[in-house]
């Protein structure tokens, strides 16, 4: 009748332990194993749904929600980037975000724009600034901009386009780099991103890239205090841009 010491059953001889095992015959050690590997399990349960959840929107068919037009700088406006320039992600949720990466457009404004609107040309960063301060987002920041040459760097930075030319001292204007500052400050915050050299850099130090920029003539101490500004000024009201395409139908 079992191994509990009752009745006819065998008896231990005198002075044998008298600590019972557990009912129905199965060990202390079998419970043990049993129970790491149903904690395993669980833990392998667990971490198979989060990496579902980070994965869902990548299963054909379905796709992430998205607001047309939606902007994650109030200061910018919007004109979507080709979509064979980017790809879908859910950032930071599948990759952190950790890094600015300033670039130079070595062209004007308007051709940046173009250029990044263009499927051929496989590449482009989710903002651009232009000299007289103006910013246009181009891509959603949770999304991989193609920008930088690098795989991971890319997944995991948030680029921004500047107009000029890295030989030409003149193109990095006044406006443009405060303009730059505070939407790298807000980047920042956004993301938690410390305001240094380390993870505020240019696209030359990039590794692998064949860039330069934003080259020898960007002033990377003014900018850096820029940007530290920005981040302790109290906030202003800028208008969204359909508040200000409201404003300018209506006038």
Partial sequence: MGNNGSGGASRKPSGSSSRKKPADGVSRRALLIGGGVVAAAGTAAV??????????????????????????????TWVAASEANWRRADRPDDFPVDRVIIHVTQGSFDSAVKVFQDPAHQAATHYIVGQDGRVVQMIRELDVAYQAGNRSYNERAVGIEHEGF?????????????SSARLTASICARHGIPIDREHIIGHVEVPGTDHTDPGPHWDWDRYLELVRRAATAPPSPTPTSSASASAKASG
């Fill in 166 to 178: 890295v030989d030409r001292p003149k193109d990095l204007t006044k406006a443009m780099y405060a």
């Fill in 47 to 76: 971490l198979a749904r989060d990496q579902v959840k980070r994965l869902w929107w990548q299963v054909p068919g379905v796709e992430k929600p998205r607001k047309p037009g939606e902007l994650d700088y109030a200061g910018a």
